[in-house]
């Protein structure tokens, strides 16, 4: 089959590389170059730093290169995820992390200013569209997204602004470095705006519906680095009073959202927290509190602030770590079941998808809610490699997605038919790290 049936059935040459590839993943480039941009002076963290530098902008070319594979061989996916306000706003994640990128390579001093300079720019452009298309749709109201991931399609001029704030700082005084300056506060104050128009409809859904369900809960830590980013901001582009008086605001609330967070977190981990894309929001907001505690003590004085920004920096090592160690396992284990889907023979009839539950007509209840909301995965699918009386003109090598877009919720009853569906002899179910839609970075 092709795409001439609205996207439901198509060839897959490459499972691995087409259909899992989406801009999500680029919160893995955000969270490794945050590492090198929030460690402070010390000989270790600097070591740390280069090698975080070095590992982000390998990351981001490898990830750029397979979206651009994905995006030739897959156009109209790609533009159905483009018009979904829910998917869109992960392109976000493509301009923060070329941005974030270009700030570890200043940083760190590694590949040339021109390269740093030139990443920013990009970066940059790339943000200012995600929030002009974002403010666009919902000054429109169009179907907009209200789960914390939608802050991820208007924050990158706020990374713009912190970032391009440090570098500014290296320009000699005089008309540029005063011009910069004015943009990156210009960024601030546009990134502010967003924020604040799309975070009511966000505070608002959490308010009427509570915690989203556990697969989507690390998203809630997106709006933490807007906190931490706005104090690197403020600090490398306002007087001292100024920043003074902002790090303490804004450093309380950072203060007691980190403390909210965590308990969130751990909670939910004890309970089952499902790995996913989203466990890279572990990592870029506090990386963006690290960050915003070394720029308030440089530009307040406080060295104090010093030592909390390494002490946040630790904690991001340990989640870095451990989200890193998550996401190998996951690709390993995915590339496998991709393996054994491709070499396994197809099974005619449909003896197999009715015992494992797959019958097209299982019950789902779609559209109930938004996809945008805490309970919507909105590219969750069962990919089976064979045929389906479900879908009687497939073809043995054609696969059968079952999309669960806009389910009302992601019960236990869901979990256990995933785990027999894994189990089944007759069927290859390719479910996990690149198919579940996260709500986040």
Same mark, same amino acid.
């Given at each position: 089959? #092709?795409?001439? =049936? ?62 651009? !594979? ?12 483009? $018009? ?69 399609? &208007? ?19 005089? #008309? ?72 303490? &605001? ?19 981990? !004890?309970?089952?927290?499902? !790995? ?83 019958? $097209? ?13 805490? !309970? ?43 785990? =027999? ?21």
């Amino acid at each position: 089959m #092709t795409d001439q =049936r609205r996207g439901l059935y198509r060839r897959r040459d490459d499972p691995a590389t087409v259909e899992t590839m989406s801009p999500k993943w680029f919160a893995a480039v955000m969270g490794t170059a945050i590492v090198a941009v929030g460690a402070g002076g010390s000989g270790a963290e600097r070591a740390v730093a280069a090698g975080a530098a070095a590992g982000a902008a390998t990351l981001l070319v490898a990830l750029t290169g397979a979206l651009a !594979y994905r995006c030739a061989a897959d156009p109209r996916g790609i533009a159905a995820e483009l $018009r979904d306000p829910a998917t869109f706003a992960f392109v976000g994640t493509v301009a923060m992390g070329t941005t974030a990128v270009s700030a570890a390579l200043h940083a760190t001093g590694l590949g040339g200013a021109w390269v740093a300079d030139a990443l920013w720019c990009a970066g940059t452009m790339l943000g200012v569209v995600t929030w002009s298309v974002a403010l666009i749709r919902q000054s429109i109201a169009q179907r907009t997204c209200d789960s914390p991931a939608a802050l991820l399609a &208007v924050v990158p001029p706020m990374v713009s602004a912190a970032t391009g704030g440090a570098m500014a700082q290296g320009l000699a005084p005089g #008309t540029l470095r005063d011009a910069a300056s004015v943009v990156c506060a210009g960024f601030a104050i546009a990134a502010a705006a967003g924020v604040a128009t799309v975070g009511r409809g966000v505070l608002g859904r959490l308010l009427s519906d509570g915690l989203p369900a556990p697969i989507a809960r690390p998203a809630l830590w997106i709006p933490l680095g807007v906190v931490g980013q706005s104090i690197a901001a403020v600090s490398h582009l306002a007087p001292r009073g100024v920043a003074a008086g902002f790090t303490i &605001v804004a450093g309380t609330v950072a203060a007691g959202a980190v403390a909210s967070l965590a308990a969130i977190t751990v909670a939910t981990a !004890y309970r089952g927290l499902p !790995y996913s894309a989203a466990w890279w929001s572990f990592t870029f907001p506090l990386g963006t509190c690290a960050v915003g505690a070394h720029a308030a003590a440089t530009a307040t004085g406080w060295s104090w602030l010093h030592v909390v920004g390494t002490g946040v920096w630790i904690a991001l090592c340990a989640a870095w770590a451990t989200v890193a160690a998550a996401t190998v396992r996951a690709v390993l284990a995915t590339t496998v079941r991709a393996g054994a889907a491709a070499v396994r023979p197809a099974r005619s009839g449909h003896r197999g998808a009715r015992r494992a539950g797959l019958d $097209r007509t299982a019950g789902l209840d779609p559209c109930r809610r938004s996809a945008a909301d805490g !309970y919507g995965m909105d590219t969750l699918r069962f990919e089976i490699a064979g045929s389906l009386a479900a879908a009687p003109t497939d073809t043995a090598d054609d696969v059968h997605r079952l999309r669960l877009g806009d389910l009302v919720d992601t019960s236990d009853e869901l979990t256990e038919r995933d785990r =027999r569906h894994a189990g089944d002899p007759d069927l290859a179910v390719l479910v996990g790290l690149p198919n579940v839609d996260d709500r986040g970075p």
